[in-house]
């Protein structure tokens, strides 16, 4: 039995949750989110907390008792705090700049990338080669990160292309000479 699945979600104040059938809503100060959940799952909202059951013990229950407890708290942690992803831009002439919600990226190709954002989503760029995807949906911010890191993946070589702030790149040592 999943351990993450019996632990309730808290609802913080400033926070409704309301469930229809089987869509959850959640509105708080940042927007708001919905999602259609498994029918295998009860929710229990009280003023405070969600608590998660199942109706039945079977394999597909007990797969998705834990994950549909975390998507319910990454919602509610998303209309309160918000989701950002760092990326970090290397290599000579390497630059991004956003402008409302197309990013325009230019990475050593013969043309400029201009990447349109999702709605929902910001990019903050500073200095040109420090990029900060922010938005309220964990899953379109991390897809989105992802999307913009596999316009030009770092290679190991140089350390040239976008990365994510927290990764670190493993160096090769490059071809030497005879001698």
Same mark, same amino acid.
């Given at each position: 039995m999943s351990r993450i699945g019996k632990v309730?979600?808290?609802?913080p104040k400033g926070v409704q949750v309301t469930l229809t059938e089987n869509t959850i809503s959640v509105q708080g100060p940042k927007g708001s989110l919905s999602r259609t959940l498994?029918?295998? /799952?009860?929710? &229990?909202?009280?003023?405070?907390?969600?608590v998660f059951s199942k109706k039945v013990d079977d394999l597909k229950s007990r797969a998705a008792f834990g994950l549909t407890r975390t998507l319910v708290d990454n919602m509610v942690?998303?209309?309160?705090k918000?989701?950002?992803?760092?990326?970090e831009i290397n290599g000579v002439g390497y630059?991004?700049?956003?402008?409302?919600d197309v990013l325009n990226l230019a990475l050593g190709y013969?043309?400029?990338?201009?990447?349109?954002?999702?709605?929902? /989503?910001?990019? &903050?760029v500073d200095k040109m080669t420090k990029l900060l995807v922010k938005g309220i949906d964990k899953e379109v911010v991390g897809a989105t990160a992802a999307k913009i890191r596999s316009f030009r993946g770092?290679?190991?070589y140089k350390g040239k292309g976008i990365k994510y702030a927290t990764e670190t790149i493993l160096r090769k040592a490059g071809k030497t000479g005879k001698k």
């Open positions: 309730p979600v808290e609802i498994m029918n295998e /799952i009860n929710l &229990e909202i009280t003023d405070t907390r969600i942690s998303g209309v309160t918000g989701f950002e992803k760092a990326l630059r991004a700049e956003s402008k409302g013969s043309h400029p990338i201009v990447f349109p954002l999702p709605a929902g /989503i910001t990019v &903050e770092p290679e190991p």
